[in-house]
């Protein structure tokens, strides 16, 4: 019981501190229609436990830098809002770290230009 109950309270942090899945859980709820515009999305942000734990400035902040790899990346597309593309849907739905897709689809473009260089 001393070991559980009476000891010292540990330090929490949200998972969502890491870029990894402060990427993935963007783009999901983009491609989900939960937040549809920047505005929505902070909101949507702004009521989790990570979001606690940072400053509203620096929250935004990340979400900006999140937001803009995302759509050079074109997981996503900002015109008069957010919106995932068809390639964001699948990542989303695979539920992989946006950063992984984005190297896989790399690689895999580099192999396709060796093979049509010979």
């Given at each position: ?17 890491s870029e990894n899945a402060l990427r993935t859980h963007i783009l999901s ?20 436990f990570y979001a606690a734990q940072q400053e509203h400035w620096s929250l ?59």
């Amino acid at each position: 019981m001393q070991q559980y109950v009476h000891a010292n309270v540990e330090n929490i942090w949200s998972k969502l501190g890491s870029e990894n899945a402060l990427r993935t859980h963007i783009l999901s709820t983009i491609a989900t229609g939960f937040a549809r515009s920047m505005d929505e999305l902070i909101d949507f942000m702004g009521g989790t436990f990570y979001a606690a734990q940072q400053e509203h400035w620096s929250l935004k902040a990340v979400i900006e830098k999140v937001i803009t790899f995302l759509v050079e990346k074109k997981f996503i597309m900002q015109n008069n809002g957010l919106f995932a593309t068809r390639l964001g849907e699948l990542v989303s739905r695979l539920y992989i770290d946006p950063l992984s897709a984005s190297m896989i689809l790399d690689g895999m473009e580099r192999i396709e230009e060796k093979e049509h260089a010979v």
